[in-house]
């Protein structure tokens, strides 16, 4: 090694972002492995790069002691004293035994060091960048599609999109760009792991944070998400200022702004409803298309119980009791429906009608997908 490696070293470093002397000492390190394995030397030994002119030198390492033992790892004390009459016993006398073709293994050892440690800190930054983006959205370009798995090429590095995180109706292909929402970013022995989804919750919630800029601003709030993805979603709005009608803004001038969030999600039906602090005017508002003429609310079972118009009952239940799934998700309450004739005759509220019991089931079971705490 010599200046011109220094230079080039000090090049690298300032590119990559590592610092120098951290290089040095790793290049150190791994010499004196690689001299012990060329040399079957002890372990004692200590190689030094100079700062300056890049020489490379190695040194013995040997405790001054009266009678050694093992001259490998021992110096006698007349010896020692021959060099330096200072020494002492117990002292550590350091004896140069840089070997003549050293240069050779000092520059192959040199460059893989260097190439492992600016691959360790390329994979750290790219883990650092993106750690910090979780739960955001980026755009990027199907780069391989497996059976179970497809990797998304976002410039600096690949991510995973697994067939679990993908949209029942996404038809992907080579080339394809596509937005996604960072699932989680994780450390590996093969470098950061990125994952990312098109089906979780929060892919909705950005979209519409990208599309409307009364989100952006904080003025028209989410409160909660809901997403049957590929089908049917429900998202509850707030607006901060009352001036300023939440749906209106989501849905933008003749619904330019919802059909841009529809057009990314291939067409997945998207019901924006309003947040209300009151739970009976929320599960009304969540219930929606549907038209609810009462809601009782039992705070202690967390059961909202409803009466729709006897035409809407299936409306409020939805297809395969979609409609209310995705309301008992947005609201957090199990819901009850009742048409009016039912409720009249029972004089109270009882199970679902015009559902199998597997739905209805499926319709009072909260689920476990991301909200937005009222």
């Not at 080339?175 to 022995?189: H, M």
């Not at 009352?242 to 059909?259: F, L, S, Y």
Request: proline residues 4%.
């Amino acid at each position: 090694m010599n200046v011109d490696f220094l230079e080039a070293l000090e090049q690298l470093a300032r590119e990559k972002g590592i610092d120098k002397e951290v290089l040095l000492e790793a290049i150190e390190a791994a010499l004196i492995s690689g001299y012990k394995r060329n040399f079957n030397s002890a372990a004692n030994v200590r190689v030094d790069i100079h700062r300056d002119n890049g020489e490379v030198r190695v040194f013995a390492r040997k405790t001054v002691v009266e009678e050694p033992e093992d001259t490998r790892l021992e110096i006698s004390l007349d010896a020692a004293r021959d060099m330096n009459p200072n020494y002492q016993v117990g002292d550590v006398v350091e004896i140069e035994v840089t070997p003549r073709d050293f240069g050779r293994i000092a520059a192959q050892t040199a460059k893989q060091v260097v190439t492992q440690r600016i691959r360790e800190a390329e994979r750290s930054v790219i883990y650092g960048k993106f750690v910090d983006r979780e739960e955001e959205v980026v755009t990027g370009i199907v780069a391989r599609i497996d059976p179970r798995v497809a990797y998304i090429d976002l410039g600096e590095t690949e991510a995973i999109l697994p067939q679990s995180e993908q949209m029942p109706t996404d038809k992907l292909q080579m080339g394809d760009r596509i937005k996604v929402f960072i699932a989680r970013v994780e450390r590996t022995t093969k470098g950061p792991q990125i994952v990312v989804s098109r089906s979780h919750p929060g892919l909705l919630k950005r979209l519409f944070e990208l599309e409307v800029p009364e989100i952006y601003d904080g003025v028209v709030e989410i409160k909660a998400v809901s997403r049957e993805a590929g089908y049917r979603s429900k998202i509850a709005v707030h607006s901060r200022n009352p001036e300023v009608d939440p749906i209106g803004a989501c849905v933008g001038t003749r619904g330019v702004r919802v059909q841009s969030v529809v057009t990314e999600l291939n067409g997945e039906k998207v019901d924006i409803v309003e947040w209300s602090e009151d739970p009976a005017t929320f599960v009304a508002n969540a219930l929606s298309p549907a038209k609810v003429v009462d809601v009782q609310i039992d705070e202690e079972e967390k059961v909202a119980r409803t009466i729709v118009p006897d035409y809407q009952l299936s409306l409020a239940i939805g297809k395969e009791g979609q409609n209310a799934r995705l309301a008992a998700r947005l609201t957090g309450w199990k819901i009850d429906i009742k048409n009016e004739t039912q409720a009249s005759e029972n004089g109270l509220f009882g199970d679902f009608d015009g559902a199998s019991d597997e739905d209805e089931d499926e319709i009072g079971q909260l689920s476990d997908d991301w909200l937005t705490e009222p």
